[in-house]
């Protein structure tokens, strides 16, 4: 845990608490979290505005935002940079590689969205290691929490399945295995009592579970 500004204590942020409401200066606009609610949200953090990862990524995010659209989730950049920076930059890779970042980007230069989301280490002094991904539900819970080093670019494509994943559970409550993508057999939950575990027979412990239509999202 650390301390904001005002010393009072902040608790790390867990899958299954209750993410945080905010407001700030974005690229479009100023922004509440909570205007959200009903939608999944997918937070993302890079240490900086110009570097090389974080273009490749944020050229890539824009490319796939009509995949996110499609399945209710709205994409959220966040830097420590300043909204100046980040307006530069959002222009800078328009003009040189014809993209325009279409969704938010979040300036956090006094690092506060930043040690709340647990996107940075609160014993850091700058923003190397706030390269992060937040999954927030439509009811406002953080879903899954992904955590990558500087050095190295996130797949678009994993955080999409992710995103089905996540989905697929919550519409049909099964898991999901390794690698599963939509269409795939799910997992029946762990068994609670001896009969059902009997009834399911010698694979109870790794029950499949038919794939079901796709709804639409």
Same mark, same amino acid.
């Given at each position: ?109 006094? /690092? +506060? ?10 014993? @850091?002094?700058?923003?190397? #290691?706030?390269? =992060?991904? %937040? ?39 099964? /898991? +999901? ?10 997992? @029946?939950?762990?068994?609670? #009592?001896?009969? =059902?575990? %009997? ?19």
């Amino acid at each position: 845990m650390h301390e904001s500004s005002d010393n009072a204590v902040i608790q790390p942020l867990r899958i299954g608490d209750k993410a945080p409401d905010f407001r700030a200066r974005t690229t479009q606009g100023t922004f509440t979290l909570g205007e959200l609610k009903g939608r999944w949200v997918m937070l993302m953090s890079h240490p900086a505005s110009f570097t090389p990862v974080c273009t490749s990524e944020f050229i890539a995010m824009t490319r796939a935002e009509p995949d996110f659209r499609q399945r209710n989730c709205v994409l959220l950049g966040l830097s420590v940079d300043s909204l100046p920076s980040h307006l530069a930059w959002v222009d800078m890779v328009y003009e040189r590689f014809g993209v325009e970042i279409n969704f938010p980007i979040i300036e956090d230069p006094s /690092l +506060t969205l930043s040690r709340i989301y647990g996107m940075l280490d609160p014993t @850091a002094h700058d923003s190397a #290691t706030a390269r =992060a991904v %937040r999954v927030i539900d439509p009811e406002g819970i953080l879903r899954a929490s992904l955590t990558y080093p500087a050095t190295v670019g996130r797949s678009i494509a994993e955080l999409l399945r992710l995103l089905d994943a996540l989905q697929e559970v919550d519409r049909h409550h099964v /898991l +999901t295995p390794e690698g599963w993508q939509p269409g795939q057999e799910t997992l @029946a939950p762990p068994v609670q #009592t001896q009969q =059902a575990m %009997r009834q399911r027979g010698k694979t109870w412990f790794l029950h499949p579970v038919e794939s079901s239509s796709r709804e639409n999202r």
